[in-house]
């Protein structure tokens, strides 16, 4: 670390006993115009769990399980304006990346599911196989599959 370079903050332990610290994402939020067709398609594609928050929130928000292990979970809420922005539009929002073992299945699973291609599967070359997709919100997220093979 240069002397320019501030160092990171200590960690914190969360409530869980979970070390927190700037810097690491530790949920994620999904905007909808249709929040629940947009929960049906996360959980219809990955297998989500989604548990309805909308009390606590004070708003529409369903709050989402990932999985278990390394990962973060979040949640779909209503999307400010109420409208989806249009396929190939702007990106209105931070693009969630999910690792998948098996890019193709999960590309049938995601159009089975209504959703669409962004930009097809491409190769990082000697890492990975990645593409992006538009979710029935309109919402691009990423699909990333290790491959040390990927040409």
Same mark, same amino acid.
């Given at each position: 670390?240069?002397?320019?370079?501030?160092?990171?903050?200590?960690?914190?332990? &969360? #409530?869980?006993?979970?070390?927190?610290?700037?810097?690491?994402? *530790?949920?994620?939020? /999904?905007?909808? @115009? !249709?929040?629940?067709?947009?929960?049906?398609?996360?959980?219809?594609?990955?297998?989500?769990?989604?548990?309805?928050?909308?009390?606590?929130?004070?708003?529409?928000?369903?709050?989402?399980?990932?999985?278990?292990?390394?990962?973060?979970?979040?949640?779909?809420?209503?999307?400010?304006? &109420? #409208?989806?922005?249009?396929?190939?539009?702007?990106?209105?929002? *931070?693009?969630?990346? /999910?690792?998948? @073992? !098996?890019?193709?299945?999960?590309?049938?699973?995601?159009?089975?599911?209504?959703?669409?291609?962004?930009?097809?599967?491409?190769?990082?070359?000697?890492?990975?196989?990645?593409?992006?997709?538009?979710?029935?919100?309109?919402?691009?997220?990423?699909?990333?599959?290790?491959?040390?093979?990927?040409?």
């Amino acid at each position: 670390m240069s002397e320019n370079t501030p160092a990171p903050p200590a960690a914190v332990d &969360g #409530e869980d006993g979970f070390p927190y610290s700037s810097g690491r994402p *530790v949920h994620f939020e /999904i905007q909808a @115009a !249709d929040i629940p067709r947009a929960v049906r398609f996360y959980v219809s594609v990955f297998g989500w769990t989604a548990e309805d928050w909308s009390e606590y929130a004070g708003a529409p928000y369903f709050g989402v399980t990932t999985g278990d292990g390394p990962g973060i979970d979040g949640a779909i809420l209503g999307r400010p304006g &109420g #409208e989806n922005p249009e396929v190939g539009g702007p990106v209105a929002g *931070v693009v969630l990346t /999910i690792g998948v @073992a !098996d890019y193709d299945e999960m590309t049938q699973r995601i159009i089975a599911a209504g959703g669409s291609v962004a930009l097809p599967k491409y190769a990082l070359p000697g890492m990975a196989w990645q593409g992006y997709f538009h979710d029935t919100e309109n919402n691009v997220f990423g699909l990333h599959q290790p491959d040390p093979e990927a040409r």
